[in-house]
């Protein structure tokens, strides 16, 4: 054997002599014919397959590749096969793989794959997933393939079910893997048609390739663009639900179960429910998804044994994305998939899955806060807290130490843990920090900071200080953007929820914003952010939130030193007055031929997130004006009095509703009070008649007091 293996290398290196000598094309294709015979017979090392690149070059093979004229005898498509036989052995090579001259090749090999196969060209076909295997390898190479056609060309190849088309998709995955969103974008249709095979296969097989196809088609679901957008991808969504109807309400193993739960969830992330029909198999359908989901969560995470949990962690995660679309369909009122009744079944199911999930969290070792699992689980359990506030409450507070200490953690020192990516029904885009756990926590720290327990739990881990330097940061990330802010993001989301939360802390614990110094540095940004927040088109919530927290803080931090007229604090009360003052007009009363009062149009589309807002911030200037000297000449050059008495004596009392009128009274007794100069604009303008009229009687006696 040994022998024969020599007699090989000495006739090869013979012929890799004839090739770099030969003094015409005959000599060197005889010589060629050998060492391709060699190359398929697998008989030639990588140093050998080097030496015939040093003999040959890029140059005779390209001649072969584009003559179409073969040697007499011969089948028709000879020389481009012995062409491509000397590439596939070329690209064996990786630094040959990502060769211009290989790359430049990409359309020849596509125009192969697509063109009809005889039995003479299948191992032309080889060769050309070889080459385009290798290709793939290369850091240029996915780039080079998708731009140069190769996606459409290997849809085409496995939705004709052509020669080695279970290599296309092979491909095709590892394509999708590295540029999901270049491969759509450039390539949709033919996707759409692999993905419509898929899927046919999918609902009509019985045996354990469904289970296969389970693992294959999460990667021909794209996040964009939505298929429910198209007429095809409507067709594969319904047939995605009806087999997965078929295989979960069967009795299955674990490891067929597990699959089909991961592709429900990455359904569920490309689509939310919408693939789900409306009815009574579909409501069913979707509670024996969520059941099934917290099941799976329950048995992994109670009795948690450590190397059982390491390995179910994938389809734990997914169980959550299933879980969260069950917390968003029991909230639903308008056209809702689930009758009441399932509602509060699925309740009473989910709250023993959290149950599990709070066991599995309070078991967590401090080595352990960089796994994406932890991130995953903290995550979840935040959107329940966002939304269920009455169950579990004792076990939540028992892990808000826990959930404090993490989320401090991985926003002090950044981590790898949520840079990973997370399975979640809402975009991330915009969040500005990849290790962002409290951005999932904030709804629910701000119905737990209403309650006197877990509040001063709150407090006790420090949770106060760590959410005012996130919102510092959080705002460096909303403004970081050239020119104007960008729109309403999670980041923006973040900042308000996080208003929300200091509002509940200056109503319940005013003495720990005085005494914080981080609560200064909040007031200080405060200050300057409403005067350049407040022109902004679009984001009226969050200023209305910065507005009514700085003029509450404003109220308790009316001493420090930022708050005595400096600039700062001038421009920001002057933006504040703005935000209040703007916020009502008139306009023609449909019951009568006079005007009614009526919220301005900039405010009519967010007036329902930012009326209880405006009514604070009422009482809260109302507040401020005795404490601040200057206060009252701010609102003389805003010309707010004269504009609101006008609006007063304009419309219908009638049209204007008591707690309108107490707001306004409030506010303006306090500057009347303070300011002989407001008291006089008010009477010169008829306050005492209009006081009268809406039955303002605290502003009538203050008027009428000399």
Known sequence: MASDAGDRNSTLKRCLGVLRDARNDSEQFAALLLV???????????????????????????RLLTSRQPPAGCPEHTFRALGLTLLACFCTDPELAGHSQILNKIPTFNDILVSSCNPDSTSMIDDVYQCLS???????????????????????????????????????????????AKCWQRDAPHLLAVLSKLTNDFLKTEDMTKFELCEVLPHFIP?????????????????????????????????????????????????????????????????????????????????????????????VTACYVLIEMGIQECLREEKPLLEEVQKMQLVRIMEEAFGAVIFYLRQVKQEELQDPFIFASVRILGAWMAEETS???????????????????????????????????????????????????????????????????????????LLCEYFLHQWEVLTSEPGSLTPLTSTEMSLQTACGIFLNLVVTAPDLIRRDKTFSSLMDMLLKSLPLLLPQKDHLVLAANIATLGLMMARILASSAVLQGTQSAQEFFGAAIRFLSQAHTTQADPGSDGLAVAVSPAYASAWADVRE????????????????????????QARW????????????????????????????VE???????????????????WANLY???ALEQCLSEQ
């Open 391 to 465: 169950s579990l409450k004792q076990e939540i507070c028992e892990l808000l130490p826990f959930l404090v200490h993490y989320a401090k953690k991985l926003f002090k020192e950044g981590s790898p843990a949520a840079s990973l990516p997370q399975p979640e029904l809402v975009s991330t885009e915009g969040s500005g920090l990849p290790q962002d756990a409290l951005r999932f926590l904030l709804p629910g720290f701000c119905h737990l900071t209403a309650e006197d327990r877990p509040r001063d739990i709150l407090i006790s881990e420090g949770a106060p200080a």
């Open 36 to 62: 391709t015979k060699a190359v398929r017979a697998g008989e030639v090392d990588a140093k050998t397959r080097r030496q015939i690149f040093d003999a040959i070059g890029f140059t005779f093979p390209n």
């Open 695 to 697: 039955g303002m009687a």
């Open 223 to 315: 996040l964009s663009p939505p298929l429910t957008q198209d007429s095809q991808g409507c067709e594969c969504l319904h047939r995605l639900y009806k087999g997965l109807a078929n295989i979960l309400g069967s009795k299955l193993s674990q490891s067929q179960r597990d699959p089909a739960l991961k592709l429900a969830a990455c359904l569920v992330q490309a689509c939310g429910s919408e693939w789900i029909p409306a009815g009574n198999a579909g409501s069913k359908f979707l509670a024996l998804l969520v059941n099934l989901a917290c099941v799976e969560v329950r048995l992994t995470l109670e009795e948690p044994d450590p190397l059982e949990v390491e390995g179910k962690k994938e389809v």
């Open 134 to 180: 290798a290709v793939m390898a290369t850091s240029r190479g996915p780039r080079e393939l998708v731009t140069k056609g190769t996606v459409s060309a290997l849809c085409q190849a496995y939705v004709n079910c052509s020669y080695g088309s279970d290599r296309a998709l092979t491909l095709l995955l590892g394509l999708l893997a590295i540029a999901e």
């Open 641 to 668: 009095l004269e504009g609101l008495s006008e609006l007063l004596a304009r419309v219908a009392p009638a049209s204007v509703d008591f707690e309108l009128i107490a707001a306004f009274q409030g506010v303006l």
């Open 671 to 689: 500057l009347a009070r303070a300011s002989k100069l407001c008291r006089d604009v008010i009477l010169s303008h008829h306050g005492g008649e």
């Open 613 to 636: 807002l405006w009514f604070l911030g009422m009482q809260a200037l109302a507040g401020c004006v005795p404490l601040f000297p200057w206060l009252p000449q701010a609102v003389l």
